[in-house]
């Protein structure tokens, strides 16, 4: 059993950024996959990446490609995500996901834990 607690959203102007963080209680948080998602209002919830539990690889959509940055740190149980160059699309509730089996491509789908989301707002 994990719990997520997401932090660091907000509102920033267009081109801006914000780091968001996600901290986990409970053990072996370094035996999870953990991935983040978001989900804009009307709209499904979409990937946006996803750092392995071992070698800390990350891997990105192609709408955050180049301008986000996973990574994680072990010893304190938490995930982060960096944004820049941040746009008015990327509007969202952003949500941190664990998993501690085997992660398959981008879908919600293979994450039994999720985090309540926090709001990041980005104005143009």
């Known amino acids: 059993q994990v719990q997520l607690v997401e932090s660091g959203g907000g509102l920033v102007q267009a081109g801006g950024s914000l780091r968001l963080s996600c901290a986990a209680s409970g053990r072996t948080f370094s035996s999870f996959n953990m991935g983040w998602f978001r989900q804009a209002p009307g709209k499904e919830r979409e990937f946006v990446g996803r750092?392995?539990?071992?070698?800390?690889?990350?891997y990105y959509a192609d709408s955050v490609k180049d301008r986000f940055t996973i990574s994680r740190d072990n010893a304190k149980n938490t995930v982060y995500l960096q944004m820049n160059s941040l746009k008015p699309e990327d509007t969202a509730v952003y949500y941190c996901?664990?998993?501690?089996?085997?992660?398959?491509?981008?879908?919600?789908?293979?994450?039994?834990?999720w985090g309540q989301g926090t709001q990041v707002t980005v104005a143009s």
């Open positions: 750092i392995s539990r071992s070698e800390a690889i990350p």
């Open positions: 996901a664990a998993r501690q089996g085997v992660v398959v491509g981008s879908a919600a789908w293979n994450y039994d834990y």
